[in-house]
Each structure stands twice: as C-alpha cells, then as structure tokens.
C-alpha cells in the first residue's frame, strides 16, 4: 500500500498540455473548436461578442470581448479600429490612403483615423518590401 508521500505532485511546467501556445476556444455545430492564432486573419468585436475570422475563410462568433481576445493574441495582432484587430500576416493591401486593409480572406478592414500612421509604420516594418 502507498502512503501519500509516495505520489507526486504534477506542477505546471511538467504538465503535457500546458504550453505558450494560445487557443481560442469557439463553438460550432455542436462542437468545441480550438484556433490558434496563426489560423486567425482578423477579428471584428460587436459589443460583448467577437467575430473571429480565419485563412480558411470560415466565420465564428465567441462572446468574447474584442479587448479581451486581444490581451490574450501575439504581438501579430494590431488594433486599427475600436471594432477591429488584425494579424499583421494576412494583410495584402494598403487602399485608400492607408485607411482600408484588405486581408488575404478577401475582406477589407477599415483604419480609424486616428491610428493611420502607427499601422502604417508597424506594416512597413512588418513587410520591409522592396519596391522597384
């Protein structure tokens, strides 16, 4: 027979499904899904509910906050707008003056004013193109 001092104690750090890696959960269909970020083209918040949008050009709804989704994602993720957050990878095109983003899904996101030069600066950074 074991006596209690024989178990030992899982910390964190050994358990298996504890990483860096962050999930968000949604539900679809009766089923729970799990996106991690990099599958995340960008966010569009409505009040308490959250829009996720992914590369797979599927659409999922979380109540959710946009700000808080936001504290959770990586430093990908810029806030151009109060109802918007995008992954800086999935950005294609700069339109209208640099007020409009269009993603690789399609979709064109607006930039408030306000943030038109910091996006702009955080893209060109981002994307170090070179121009001919």
Do not use: W
């Not at 994602?73 to 003056?97: G, P, T």
């Amino acid at each position: 027979m074991k006596n209690l001092g024989d178990f030992t104690h899982q910390t964190l750090s050994d358990n298996p499904f504890t990483d860096r890696a962050v999930h968000i959960s949604v539900q679809s269909m009766g089923r729970t899904i799990f996106l991690t970020p990099d599958v995340i083209t960008f966010l569009e918040g409505e009040g308490n509910y959250t829009f996720i949008y992914t590369n797979a050009g599927k659409r999922y709804l979380v109540s959710k906050t946009l700000k808080s989704l936001a504290e959770l994602l990586d430093s990908n993720f810029i806030r151009v707008h109060k109802s918007y957050l995008v992954n800086a990878n999935y950005v294609v095109e700069r339109m209208e003056d640099d007020r409009m983003l269009r993603m690789s899904c399609g979709k064109e996101v607006i930039v408030s004013r306000r943030k038109i030069k910091e996006i702009t600066g955080i893209l060109d950074h981002n994307n170090m193109r070179i121009s001919a």
